[in-house]
């Protein structure tokens, strides 16, 4: 979307006005235009969905994904209010959002900076474990974030059917691990709950990037955020103490016990950072092919989440 057509959509809705209105594009993921729009009265975030991901495979997923976004971020409002951002109106594949101040704190910026704080940690578990309790078995969850086939396009197909190509000797396991995950109907589902959409403040903590939601496997939401733990400790050995801190909180808030499908999907993740069609891309190839080795070593018999780190402290 440019800035030609979003100017004249945002004020035919309301939501912007006054003099000197500016457009400043934000940094983001790979899957949206995300933009500042400024004027003399106000400020707010615009999100607009693309077709075709900013990566260096081929991958298309349905613009649709937006209204899943805006709905992720209306069902938790109640919930969680300072979770979220404020939903100010949106149309055909982009919506706005409150604007919420420059202090507050990318927690992936912060990690490759070497800020580790063990409270950032427990309270993103405390954040996600609310979020599954309150959605468990929720009929008004399962019935609006029926939404496999985005799911599937967005995270089972680049991550784990993909890799499944790419790493014949993990390939079985893979893929019985995307058709259970398919099947899975227990919680709603962040689906990208990692460091890098996660904006941290003092005792704050806010959850972005909803596109992928779905009502499925809640352990998929902690495999992912695990995996990204364990690899900024493969960068910074500091980081460590943020997996157990995660977990416990995690668990406490959630009061379901998730650790086994969580111990094997965070598995198959990692694996997936190197393989699939989103790699981490602060790894270097060397440690990439570390953590080829340590999965594969692993996969056939995961062991408990606490007895997994500490073989990846001693492998890497």
């Known amino acids: ?5 979003l100017l004249p959509r945002l004020q035919a809705a309301g939501l912007i006005d006054g003099t000197d209105i500016r457009v400043t594009p934000l940094t983001g993921g790979v899957s ?17 969905a693309l077709e075709k991901l900013r990566v260096k495979d081929d991958w298309f997923v349905d613009v649709s994904r937006n209204r899943v976004e805006q709905s992720f971020f209306e069902y938790v409002s109640p919930l969680m209010p300072a979770a979220v951002p404020r939903i100010l109106g949106g149309g055909d594949g982009w919506f706005a959002m409150e604007y919420l ?5 990318n927690w992936k910026s912060a990690l490759l900076a070497g800020r580790i704080e063990v409270e950032t940690a427990t309270l993103a578990g405390e954040t996600l474990g609310r979020l599954h309790a309150a959605s468990w078995d929720d009929p008004v969850a399962r019935e609006r974030f029926d939404t496999l086939p985005n799911f599937q396009a967005l995270r089972i197909d680049p991550y ?3 890799t499944a190509e790419r790493v014949p000797e993990a390939a079985e396991t893979l893929r ?11 919680a709603l589902v962040h689906g990208d709950f990692s460091p890098k959409n996660l904006l941290i403040g003092p005792q704050r903590l806010i959850v972005l990037d909803a596109e992928c ?43 379901h016990d998730l650790e086994h499908r969580t ?15 989103s790699p981490a891309e602060y790894l270097s190839a060397a440690q990439g092919e570390q953590v080829t080795r340590f999965v594969l070593s692993h996969l056939s018999q995961p062991p408990s989440l606490a007895a997994l780190t500490a073989a990846w402290t001693a492998h890497t």
């Open 160 to 162: 784990l059917l993909t």
């Open 263 to 277: 111990v094997r999907l965070l598995l198959c993740l990692l694996l997936a950072r190197v393989h699939g069609k």
């Open 101 to 105: 101040g420059d202090e507050l704190q």
């Open 213 to 255: 939601a779905w009502f499925g496997d809640p352990a998929f939401d902690t495999a992912f955020l695990l995996t990204h733990l364990h690899l900024k400790a493969l960068l910074n050995p500091q980081a460590l103490p943020l997996i157990p801190a995660f977990w416990s909180a995690y668990t406490t808030a959630c009061g």
């Open 1 to 5: 979307m440019t800035t030609t057509d």
């Open 32 to 48: 949206s235009d995300i933009v500042l729009v400024a004027s003399s009265t106000r400020r707010l975030v615009v999100k607009a």
């Open 176 to 186: 019985a691990e995307a058709a259970r995950l398919a099947e899975t109907k227990l």
